[in-house]
């Protein structure tokens, strides 16, 4: 990872596995769901693939809602500085610091440890 470019195959893996809409599909969704859909805009994790704007799937639960841990991981991840589109990428990839499982995987656990495994992270 070390800021390199992220590949066109990782994006498609995310995109195959957990969809990857558009920021304007998410807002369009949204807007179904609730009257005033720009305080969940905001928690968005968005990632920046040529000239769109994609919002990774693995964020959304079931009903439309963002994922709690979610929020609360990639909070973590920017007051750390790591860019959304690396912050994507941890979430799946297999980490030591999860014995080889990636983050995407324990969401429903403990947020303890994902917020330890975060702060191992070195994306440069």
Same mark, same amino acid.
């Given at each position: ?25 998410? &807002? ?13 805009? &905001? ?10 704007? /994609?919002?990774?799937?693995?964020? /959304? ?40 499982? &990636? ?18 992270? &070195?994306?440069?």
């Amino acid at each position: 990872m070390n800021g390199q470019p992220i590949n066109d195959q990782a994006w498609a893996a995310i995109r195959t596995e957990f969809t990857l809409p558009t920021l304007q599909q998410v &807002r369009r969704r949204l807007s179904e769901l609730m009257e005033d859909p720009e305080p969940v805009m &905001r928690q968005l994790v968005r990632v920046f693939i040529d000239d769109g704007t /994609f919002c990774p799937g693995f964020q /959304f639960l079931p009903g439309g809602q963002l994922h709690p841990q979610v929020i609360e991981l990639f909070g973590h991840a920017l007051e750390l500085d790591i860019p959304h589109n690396y912050f994507t990428l941890w979430m799946v990839t297999p980490s030591r610091a999860l014995a080889g499982d &990636r983050p995407v995987d324990h969401l429903k656990g403990d947020p303890a440890p994902l917020l330890r495994a975060l702060e191992s992270y &070195r994306w440069r």
